[in-house]
């Protein structure tokens, strides 16, 4: 009993180390955000090379599910509890609120492998490994709202530390396992196993720390408060998911699982680009809150000019550089000839620029309090994937329902900018209009 209490202080002085905080939380949080980026590019690698494109096919199709359940699961609420920098809620009403949307998150993917088994006929193994990501998505929802309240107190640093150890440990450990198993549902549950003891060790060794806020007086059920204030965000975040993806879900019964194992590779481009991104918005959150909550609005408006000038100047790099040897290096680590696909590459960089501005404006729309207003747009944008997709995709081709993607993409980048600086625009006048009548 000692010896494990002398190896939970040793990891808790590592995690909690206080040098340098700000220094620190850039970079743990760029490890987690590359670690968590390239996940799914890094075991498809594995798999593709050392498997099969069957399982290939299947695991990303289950990623896939899983990173939309796991939105139901966080229901955007991260941002949301970063900037509540009065406390208007307390950590208990936060995890409250959390359990809460868990279960609809374990009800969404009962419904949707449901689906899956009565129109897309998964098989027993493709159900498994369905349910075995969901659960490791289960666990990442529930680590967020831990990891909200370190942010939340100025301590980015360990939650970064947190998940970009728990992260690299997972993709090391499920490629040792399936390189020597060749098994990919005994691979995921291996995975959940050594995720939930991570997850335990790691997380509670310094929550104490934190000393979650206690509020006297509040009512027992304060807590649904957040589920209806943050049901726009979770709206947003989840339709977002399915709009990042939608093409996946769209091939997925109509194309061969060879044929969609050669799209993901080049489609992963959209996934990375836009995990990387609202990782790299992440450490902003708190300050952005501050500014806003002390009304410089327009120190806050040119922060987000300034953001969306350097995710441009990203994403113009980027493609070029995946136009001149995307297809080649990514032919190269997976062992497959892709140089028919460099036209769809393209696209797709170009799609995954759309979704990282998509997130620094659902980043600032959460922190101006505006973000009932977001939920049109992903509806629409939603829907129209959606009803069209398949058509397109059966009148004009795989190249065609990227151009597609990219079209809906776009129109919803432009209204979330318009949403953003509307609601900066208003704000400012409303602030205008007090102190003219205080004056």
Request: hydrophobic letters at 55%; aromatic letters at 14%; a positive charge.
């Amino acid at each position: 009993m000692r010896k494990h209490h002398v190896a939970l202080n040793i990891i808790k002085n590592f995690l909690m180390r206080d040098d340098h905080i700000e220094r620190a939380a850039f970079f743990w949080n760029a490890f987690a955000a590359v670690t968590n980026a390239f996940q799914t590019m890094v075991l498809l690698l594995i798999i593709t090379r050392l498997g099969n494109m069957n399982d290939a096919s299947i695991f990303v199709m289950a990623y896939a599910i899983g990173n939309l359940m796991l939105n139901i699961g966080k229901y955007g609420v991260r941002q949301f509890q970063v900037t509540d920098a009065a406390e208007k809620y307390s950590f208990e009403e936060y995890a409250r609120s959390r359990y809460a949307t868990m279960l609809l998150m374990l009800l969404g993917s009962a419904a949707y492998l449901g689906y899956g088994i009565v129109v897309n006929h998964y098989s027993a193994e493709k159900i498994g490994i369905v349910v075995l990501i969901c659960l490791l998505k289960g666990l990442e929802a529930l680590e967020d709202v831990y990891h909200g309240r370190m942010q939340q107190m100025g301590r980015l640093d360990v939650s970064g530390r947190i998940f970009g150890i728990r992260m690299a440990v997972f993709i090391a450990q499920f490629g040792i396992f399936y390189i020597a198993t060749q098994h990919l549902l005994f691979s995921c549950a291996a995975s959940v196993l050594v995720t939930f003891v991570l997850f335990l060790v790691l997380n509670f060794s310094v929550f104490d720390v934190f000393q979650p806020s206690q509020k006297q007086g509040v009512p027992k059920n304060h807590w649904r408060g957040i589920l209806v204030e943050c049901f726009p965000l979770c709206l947003c975040v989840s339709l977002n998911m399915y709009i990042t993806n939608a093409p996946k879900y769209t091939i997925d019964a109509v194309v061969s699982d060879e044929e969609q194992a050669f799209f993901n590779i080049i489609f992963m481009a959209v996934f990375v680009i836009g995990m990387v991104s609202s990782f790299i918005f992440q450490p902003l959150l708190k300050w952005m809150g501050e500014i806003w909550e002390k009304r410089e609005h327009n120190k806050f408006f040119v922060l987000v000019m300034k953001l969306i000038a350097v995710t441009a100047a990203g994403d113009i790099v980027i493609l070029a550089a995946g136009c001149l040897i995307g297809c080649e290096v990514l032919g190269w680590m997976y062992g497959i000839d892709l140089s028919s696909y460099k036209g769809q590459l393209a696209v797709f960089l170009l799609s995954g620029g759309m979704i990282a501005l998509q997130n620094l404006f659902l980043m600032a729309i959460t922190v101006i309090r505006c973000q009932k207003y977001m939920v049109y747009g992903y509806i629409v944008t939603a829907a129209g994937m959606l009803l069209m997709g398949k058509h397109i995709l059966m009148q004009h081709g795989l190249i065609g329902l990227d151009w597609f993607y990219f079209f809906m993409l776009a129109v919803l980048t432009i209204y979330c900018a318009v949403i953003t600086f509307a609601g900066i625009k208003r704000q400012s006048r409303r602030q205008g209009d007090t102190e003219g009548q205080i004056n």
